[in-house]
């Protein structure tokens, strides 16, 4: 099928002709999406976008070098705030400040990576959700950063462009997150890719192998923060406000929902789990205008339960698909996704 | 001031020894941290006062009620989910479990939305006795008993009790344990079941000193986490140790340095400790064989 013969041929891209049309076809839909969409498919594709970079980020952490990460949200507010924030006071331009603050978050990275080396399963967790705990608190009570009420975002402008609508904001948004995407997959094909994997299938192996612990596993958490600070910087011009309540402990979950429900240790099941995660947490937010489903569950909510909180079902379906998969799916869509492959590849066989 | 201090921060502590009791009970047998257990005590606290509220019922019989139904919350969540996890890690049973969690809390804010509710509790936070410069209400000295009370049980229940015989010898080895006679499944959903009542008590202690909505047990949750990771999450009188030590430390930084940041320096404090000692203050650190 496919066999690799030498090294060159393991560290390509696109190992196959169908692949690389494939991908061309992906980037021209990509261009023109924005030119045939309505408005708001654009904003959801941005949401996506924006998605999609944190969970390949988280990806890189969770699924490919082993760690967990329950503080993620911390990481997406520094990159939220830092961009802003470098914005209105110091006035940087937005490519510098973007870039600043995901290296900002990076560092903060480095710093959780370090208990990390000596933590383990429930020990790590606590650890970092302590950090996404802590930053959340100290950027709703510390006045530089707007306390709970919050900043506003400054225009998205660098050099003659600048983006006020979704449609603009879209060529921006898009255009990192593909060059994240490639950067993610050619990263796990070199050396340190490599390493991450080792220290996933056992630390103590990839020791002996001479895998550097100390630098890698603080590598993997600077790498991954680095990911998750640009997409919150994005998100800060997305939603045009920040305030700390929307970087909280849930959304750590979710992004970690995004990650299993994708698949772990997959690029492409990534952008899966982000895309249709994303897809449904939108329309899970306006339940009640769904046909059909809609007025069920308004009828019910009315009789049962009640209808103001209707919206919480999208937590509970949440719930529901990760433990599901975890369950009965552990690779998550790219597990069904190769198992669809493989078996129309022997059909009917 | 620090004897008032340290009052509420034992009053506070028990509640945090209570939970990270309940998720060291579980984590011992099933090997995963319960990130539920939270929602399953804010559940069952909702029982309680939909009983004792909405019909009526006695308060004594509204306990029971709560503590009966979050038993069979404990036996359903284990026996339905966690049970059926094919060659599980713990990255994915800490996933069910936040999967619990995010359900549970779903469920409860569907039905109760985020309206704040009072929870009647027989005994008032208000009525306070003197004790020199420092002052306690009757529910901190009901909170102190209470826990110690349900400690003292816990401890005979494992140590004199055929079930708690079987669940130490379950959460030692579970494999030695099963040839030996004990139905190792039944055991572990007993576990859930005792240590969802746990949670359940602290949730319907808890509840009078804040207000009553699906947030309720969302910070006191992780507090008790940490509280359990604090003390060792191996050890049952670590974590229970681990919860005292937390709740007066949290506020007596709360009390002298910033009121601001108290809860934030739980996290600090467990970040630093497992620094130094990765397992806990109280347990033994594990190493790993190859």
Same mark, same amino acid.
């Given at each position: 099928?496919?066999?690799?013969?030498?090294?060159?041929?393991?560290?390509?891209?696109?190992?196959?002709?169908?692949?690389?049309?494939?991908?061309?076809?992906?980037?021209?839909?990509?261009?023109?999406?924005?030119?045939?969409?309505?408005?708001?498919?654009?904003?959801?594709?941005?949401?996506?976008?924006?998605?999609?970079?944190?969970?390949?980020?988280?990806?890189?952490?969770?699924?490919?070098?082993?760690?967990?990460?329950?503080?993620?949200?911390?990481?997406?507010?520094?990159?939220?705030?830092?961009?802003?924030?470098?914005?209105?006071?110091?006035?940087?331009?937005?490519?510098?400040?973007?870039?600043?603050?995901?290296?900002?978050?990076?560092?903060?990275?480095?710093?959780?990576?370090?208990?990390?080396?000596?933590?383990?399963?429930?020990?790590?967790?606590?650890?970092?959700?302590?950090?996404?705990?802590?930053?959340?608190?100290?950027?709703?009570?510390?006045?530089?950063?707007?306390?709970?009420?919050?900043?506003?975002?400054?225009?998205?402008?660098?050099?003659?462009?600048?983006?006020?609508?979704?449609?603009?904001?879209?060529?921006?948004?898009?255009?990192?997150?593909?060059?994240?995407?490639?950067?993610?997959?050619? !990263?796990?094909?070199?050396?340190?890719?490599?390493?991450?994997?080792?220290?996933?299938?056992?630390?103590?192996?990839?020791?002996?192998?001479?895998?550097?612990?100390?630098?890698?596993?603080?590598?993997?958490?600077?790498?991954?923060?680095?990911?998750?600070?640009?997409?919150?910087?994005?998100?800060?011009?997305?939603?045009?406000?920040?305030?700390?309540?929307?970087?909280?402990?849930?959304?750590?979950?979710?992004?970690?929902?995004?990650?299993?429900?994708?698949?772990?240790?997959?690029?492409?099941?990534?952008?899966?789990?982000?895309?249709?995660?994303?897809?449904?947490?939108?329309?899970?937010?306006?339940?009640?205008?769904?046909?059909?489903?809609?007025?069920? !569950?308004?009828?019910?909510?009315?009789?049962?339960?009640?209808?103001?909180?209707?919206p919480n079902i999208a937590s509970i379906i949440f719930g529901l698909i990760i433990i599901l998969l975890v369950v009965f799916e552990p690779l998550g869509l790219y597990g069904f996704w190769i198992r669809t492959k493989i078996y129309w590849k022997t059909w009917p066989f | 001031m620090f004897l008032q201090l340290?009052?509420?921060?034992?009053?506070?502590?028990? /509640?945090?020894?209570?939970? +990270?009791?309940?998720?060291?009970?579980?984590?011992?047998?099933?090997?995963?941290?319960?990130?539920?257990?939270?929602?399953?005590?804010?559940?069952?606290?909702?029982?309680?006062?939909?009983?004792?509220?909405?019909?009526?019922?006695?308060?004594?019989?509204?306990?029971?009620?709560?503590?009966?139904?979050?038993?069979?919350?404990?036996?359903?969540?284990?026996? @339905?989910?966690?049970?059926?996890?094919?060659? &599980?890690?713990?990255?994915?049973?800490?996933?069910?479990?936040?999967?619990?969690?995010?359900?549970?809390?779903?469920?409860?804010?569907?039905?109760?939305?985020?309206?704040?509710?009072?929870?009647?509790? &027989?005994?008032?936070?208000?009525?306070?006795?003197?004790?020199?410069? +420092?002052?306690?209400?009757?529910?901190?000295?009901?909170?102190? /008993?209470?826990?110690?009370?349900?400690?003292?049980?816990?401890?005979?229940?494992?140590?004199?009790?055929?079930?708690?015989?079987?669940?130490? +010898?379950?959460?030692?080895?579970?494999?030695?344990?099963?040839?030996?006679?004990?139905?190792?499944?039944?055991?572990?959903?007993?576990?859930?079941?005792?240590?969802?009542?746990?949670?359940?008590?602290?949730?319907?202690?808890?509840?009078?000193?804040?207000?009553?909505? &699906?947030?309720?047990?969302?910070? &006191?949750?992780?507090?008790?986490?940490?509280?359990?990771?604090?003390?060792?999450?191996?050890?049952?009188?670590?974590?229970? /140790?681990?919860?005292?030590?937390?709740?007066?430390?949290?506020?007596?930084?709360?009390?002298?340095?910033?009121?601001?940041?108290?809860?934030?320096?739980?996290?600090?404090?467990?970040?630093? @400790? /497992?620094?130094?000692?990765?397992?806990?203050?109280?347990?033994?650190?594990?190493?790993?064989?190859?």
């Amino acid at each position: 099928m496919d066999m690799k013969r030498d090294y060159y041929e393991d560290i390509q891209l696109l190992d196959s002709k169908v692949l690389r049309f494939w991908f061309l076809m992906f980037i021209a839909s990509l261009a023109a999406f924005p030119f045939v969409a309505q408005n708001y498919h654009i904003y959801m594709a941005n949401y996506m976008a924006i998605n999609v970079i944190v969970t390949v980020g988280l990806n890189i952490l969770v699924g490919y070098t082993g760690q967990i990460s329950l503080g993620h949200a911390g990481f997406f507010a520094i990159g939220a705030y830092g961009t802003v924030l470098l914005m209105t006071n110091l006035h940087f331009p937005f490519p510098v400040a973007l870039v600043s603050s995901a290296l900002i978050a990076a560092f903060f990275g480095f710093i959780l990576g370090l208990p990390a080396l000596r933590l383990e399963g429930p020990y790590l967790a606590i650890a970092t959700l302590g950090f996404g705990m802590a930053i959340t608190q100290v950027i709703g009570r510390w006045q530089v950063f707007g306390g709970r009420m919050g900043l506003e975002t400054p225009k998205l402008a660098f050099g003659p462009y600048t983006a006020d609508t979704d449609r603009e904001l879209y060529f921006v948004i898009v255009t990192i997150a593909f060059l994240l995407l490639l950067a993610a997959r050619n !990263l796990m094909k070199t050396r340190v890719g490599r390493a991450f994997i080792a220290i996933r299938d056992s630390d103590i192996a990839a020791e002996t192998m001479g895998v550097n612990l100390t630098l890698y596993k603080t590598l993997a958490f600077a790498v991954s923060a680095f990911y998750t600070g640009i997409a919150g910087g994005l998100m800060a011009f997305l939603l045009g406000f920040i305030n700390p309540s929307s970087f909280n402990f849930i959304l750590s979950i979710y992004f970690l929902a995004f990650v299993i429900v994708g698949g772990l240790g997959s690029i492409f099941g990534s952008i899966m789990g982000g895309v249709v995660m994303t897809w449904l947490l939108l329309v899970l937010d306006k339940v009640q205008e769904l046909p059909y489903v809609g007025e069920v !569950l308004t009828s019910f909510s009315e009789q049962w339960m009640n209808l103001a909180g209707l919206p919480n079902i999208a937590s509970i379906i949440f719930g529901l698909i990760i433990i599901l998969l975890v369950v009965f799916e552990p690779l998550g869509l790219y597990g069904f996704w190769i198992r669809t492959k493989i078996y129309w590849k022997t059909w009917p066989f | 001031m620090f004897l008032q201090l340290i009052i509420s921060g034992l009053s506070f502590g028990s /509640l945090y020894a209570l939970i +990270a009791l309940a998720m060291v009970i579980i984590y011992k047998t099933s090997e995963v941290p319960n990130f539920g257990q939270g929602e399953m005590a804010m559940l069952a606290t909702f029982v309680a006062y939909t009983l004792l509220v909405t019909h009526g019922h006695s308060f004594v019989v509204s306990f029971i009620g709560a503590l009966v139904f979050a038993a069979g919350l404990g036996i359903f969540l284990e026996f @339905v989910f966690l049970r059926r996890a094919k060659d &599980p890690n713990i990255l994915s049973l800490i996933l069910i479990t936040l999967g619990f969690e995010m359900v549970l809390y779903g469920l409860a804010s569907w039905k109760w939305g985020a309206e704040q509710r009072n929870f009647p509790f &027989p005994v008032s936070d208000f009525d306070i006795i003197n004790l020199g410069s +420092a002052v306690i209400s009757y529910l901190n000295i009901a909170t102190l /008993l209470i826990t110690l009370f349900l400690m003292f049980v816990l401890f005979l229940f494992f140590k004199y009790t055929k079930v708690g015989i079987a669940m130490k +010898a379950t959460q030692q080895n579970a494999t030695a344990a099963r040839i030996n006679g004990i139905r190792t499944n039944r055991i572990m959903s007993l576990t859930w079941a005792l240590s969802s009542m746990i949670g359940a008590v602290a949730g319907m202690m808890l509840a009078p000193i804040a207000t009553l909505d &699906p947030n309720l047990m969302l910070e &006191p949750l992780l507090k008790g986490f940490a509280a359990a990771v604090l003390g060792g999450m191996t050890t049952l009188v670590g974590a229970a /140790l681990g919860g005292y030590i937390l709740g007066i430390i949290e506020n007596l930084f709360g009390g002298y340095v910033s009121l601001e940041f108290k809860s934030v320096v739980a996290f600090l404090v467990i970040v630093l @400790v /497992l620094c130094f000692k990765p397992s806990g203050l109280f347990a033994r650190h594990y190493v790993r064989k190859v």
